[in-house]
Nanobody
Framework: QVQLVESGGGLVQPGASLRLSCAAS????????MGWFRQAAGKEREFVAS????????PYADSVKGRFTISTDNAKKMVFLQMNSLKPEDTAVYYC??????????WGQGTQVTVSS
């Protein structure tokens, strides 16, 4: 079983920064892909960024490239999303995701990020 717990969301002004954290526990495999997704009110959930515990490429959604950075602390089984230069359109519930073998997805409960002046 896998558990994912997000934290770090909040209300910030445009241009500010936030760092989201995801604590993973349970059966975590080095080949698992970890990711962040977000869902704005009235919209579908969308991909933000992903990374593997074992390293490699870190794809990002075009809308966040150059502003967001995904990283991991493998020893602590933590995944982070550093979000800089936040915009109102970044407002959403952010979800941590674990994808196993491209077939099975696990999700956290989500953390709200609101960017507003």
């Amino acid at each position: 079983q896998v558990q994912l717990v997000e934290s770090g969301g909040g209300l910030v002004q445009p241009g500010a920064s936030l760092r989201l954290s995801c604590a993973a526990s349970g059966l975590i495999l080095s080949r698992d892909s970890m990711g962040w997704f977000r869902q704005a009110a009235g919209k579908e959930r969308e991909f933000v960024a992903s990374i593997r515990w074992s390293g490699g490429s870190t794809p990002y959604a075009d809308s966040v490239k150059g502003r967001f950075t995904i990283s991991t602390d493998n020893a602590k089984k933590m995944v982070f999303l550093q979000m800089n230069s936040l915009k109102p359109e970044d407002t959403a519930v952010y979800y941590c995701n674990l994808n196993r073998n491209g077939a099975r997805d696990y999700w956290g409960q989500g953390t709200q990020v609101t960017v507003s002046s």
